[in-house]
């Protein structure tokens, strides 16, 4: 599913849903305590992001 509009931008809700996934795959993965900024972004990046 492409969630990018036609000026190549996330629109406010493909955001917020992208988000959502993200936070449900933490708690998925019981790693929703973390809060280190440069760790989700490193799960982010290698895990969540295809």
Same mark, same amino acid.
């Given at each position: 599913m492409n969630?990018?509009?036609?000026?190549n931008y996330l629109?406010? =809700? =493909?955001?917020r =849903?992208?988000? /959502? $996934?993200f936070?449900?795959? /933490?708690?998925?993965?019981? !790693? !929703?305590?973390i809060? $280190? #900024?440069?760790i /989700? #972004? $490193?799960i982010?990046?290698?895990?969540? #992001? $295809?």
């Amino acid at each position: 599913m492409n969630r990018r509009n036609r000026n190549n931008y996330l629109s406010i =809700a =493909a955001v917020r =849903a992208i988000g /959502l $996934d993200f936070i449900e795959m /933490l708690e998925e993965t019981n !790693r !929703r305590s973390i809060t $280190d #900024r440069n760790i /989700l #972004r $490193d799960i982010y990046n290698e895990e969540f #992001r $295809d």
